[in-house]
T-cell receptor, first 116, second 114 residues
Framework: DAGVIQSPRHEVTEMGQEVTLRCKPI?????LFWYRQTMMRGLELLIY????????DSGMPEDRFSAKMPNASFSTLKIQPSEPRDSAVYFC??????????????FGEGSRLTVL | KQEVTQIPAALSVPEGENLVLNCSFT??????LQWFRQDPGKGLTSLLL?????REQTSGRLNASLDKSSGRSTLYIAASQPGDSATYLC?????????????FGQGTILTVHP
């Protein structure tokens, strides 16, 4: 299996621009998670999906952030408009089982976003 | 809200040493705890998962213990090797207000030099 695939790996954009990050989970994994990693705050859960349905989006920082999962093999995280403080590494992870049932997480390699 | 602290923040040791990485968490109402490894510029790889009912878990040279009541976990690395150099993160899976969520510590940056 190719693992969790994220794109782009690196994105540099200017403040105010729209940013779209993409994720392809491992086939057969029903749970998909978006995390953000910064030096100041470490790894934070933004949102997670079960069977393409958003379950918990309480970690989404602002209305500028939105996430969708139109099908089992694809998810997007969109920031519009982007701001310099959004600069971070965004990780997507997937799991075969629910978090409370020993759901081992498999992470992608991340998308490093820099907003100038 | 769950808070996770990892000590030390960084550790540099010569090859062959046995290491102890510490993790403490404030909310003991957890379901399990995972230890992850992160290499520079890469994602996280799960190393060990300990259920709340377990005291320890072993995989090769790694051994993780869990004392849920005191809010502590320890990752023990035996006979360290340069290839062990990475950031190690612990993440308890919470109940209560952190229901179903992994909360990550800031990590311990480990460097093992030949």
């Amino acid at each position: 299996d190719a693992g969790v695939i994220q794109s782009p790996r690196h994105e540099v954009t200017e403040m105010g621009q729209e940013v779209t990050l993409r994720c392809k989970p491992i086939s057969g994994h029903d749970y998909l998670f978006w995390y953000r990693q910064t030096m100041m705050r470490g790894l934070e859960l933004l949102i997670y999906f079960n069977n393409n349905v958003p379950i918990d989006d309480s970690g989404m920082p602002e209305d500028r952030f939105s996430a969708k999962m139109p099908n089992a093999s694809f998810s997007t995280l969109k920031i519009q408009p982007s701001e310099p403080r959004d600069s971070a590494v965004y990780f997507c992870a997937s799991s075969q089982r629910p978090p409370l049932v020993s759901g081992e997480l498999f992470f992608g390699e991340g998308s490093r976003l820099t907003v100038l | 809200k769950q808070e996770v602290t990892q000590i030390p923040a960084a550790l540099s040791v010569p090859e062959g040493e046995n290491l102890v990485l510490n993790c403490s968490f404030t909310d003991s109402a957890i379901y399990n705890l995972q230890w992850f490894r992160q290499d520079p510029g890469k994602g996280l790889t799960s190393l060990l998962l300990i259920q709340s009912s377990q005291r320890e878990q072993t995989s090769g040279r790694l051994n993780a213990s869990l004392d849920k009541s005191s809010g502590r976990s320890t990752l023990y690395i035996a006979a360290s090797q340069p290839g062990d150099s990475a950031t190690y993160l612990c993440a308890p899976l919470g109940g209560g207000t952190s229901y179903g969520k992994l909360t990550f510590g800031q990590g311990t940056i480990l460097t093992v030099h030949p």
